[in-house]
C-alpha cells in the first residue's frame, strides 16, 4: 500500500475517532452519573486521534522515505484491527444515543441513552 492510500485510510479513521471523542465527551457531560469507564475511554480514543493526526502528517510528507506498505505489515495490521475497534464502539454508541421517533418508545429511548452500553469484558 503505498503511502497516499495509507494516509487517506489513516485520515477517515482519524475522523472517526474525532467523532467518538465528541460522542462520548457529551455522553459524559450530559449523563452525570456516567461510569469512570467513559473518561478513560474518551482519553484514549482523543490519544488515539493525536497519534492518527501525527502518522497522517508523516506519510503525507515529501521527506519520507518511505516507499510502500504490504497490506500485511504490522502498521497496516494495527490501524486496521483498531479501526475495526473503534468503528463497533462508534456504532454501538450511535445506536445506544439514538432517539426514539415514536412517542410510546421515547421513555424507553431515554432510559436507553442513560445506560453505558459495554460490558466490562467488552472495555478491555
Not at 487517506?8 to 465527551?25: H, N, P, V
Not at 457531560?29 to 482523543?46: I, M, Y
Not at 502518522?55 to 516507499?67: C, F, G, N, Q, Y
Request: proline share 3%; aromatic share 6%.
Amino acid at each position: 500500500m503505498d503511502p497516499l492510500s495509507l494516509s487517506a485510510s489513516t485520515a477517515g479513521f482519524l475522523s472517526l475517532a474525532i467523532e467518538l471523542t465528541k460522542i462520548l465527551t457529551n455522553y459524559s457531560t450530559t449523563v452525570k452519573s456516567a461510569p469512570r469507564e467513559v473518561s478513560g475511554l474518551t482519553f484514549e480514543v482523543e490519544a488515539l486521534s493525536h497519534v492518527l493526526d501525527n502518522l497522517v502528517d508523516i506519510l503525507r510528507s515529501d521527506d519520507s522515505e518511505i516507499t510502500t506498505f504490504s497490506e500485511q505489515s504490522i502498521l497496516c495490521c494495527i490501524i486496521s484491527a483498531s479501526q475495526k475497534h473503534i468503528t463497533d464502539i462508534y456504532r454501538k454508541l450511535v445506536k445506544q444515543t439514538k432517539p426514539s421517533v415514536r412517542s410510546v418508545d421515547r421513555m424507553a429511548g431515554a432510559m436507553r441513552r442513560l445506560t453505558w452500553p459495554f460490558e466490562k469484558d467488552e472495555r478491555q
